[in-house]
């Protein structure tokens, strides 16, 4: 009797490998035929930037900057905080 159950279960259990497809969504951010859109294909063409020199100037600038004032601030802070224990 016991036998008997097992093999009808083994006809009910399916054990497969599967995956699901790739999913094509309509309407998202693939096509648009502005040439300017804010997620085209060259966002950042540097060639086409007003003000470059200006723009990467600053950029650079300020990214420096946040580099060195962070780390600097922090060890500061946590010698006020050390300090004042």
Not at 25 to 41: I, Q
Not at 44 to 65: A, E, I, P, S
């Amino acid at each position: 009797m016991a036998i008997g159950s097992i093999d009808s279960d083994r006809r009910l259990v399916s054990r497969e490998i599967h995956s699901t497809g790739i999913k094509k969504m309509g309407g998202g951010h693939g096509d648009h035929s502005e040439p300017y859109y804010l997620h085209a294909k060259h966002m950042y063409n540097l060639d086409r930037m007003k003000h470059q020199k200006l723009k990467m100037t600053l950029m650079v600038w300020t990214c420096f900057g946040i580099g060195v004032f962070v780390p600097v601030y922090a060890v500061i802070f946590q010698q006020n905080k050390t300090a004042s224990a």
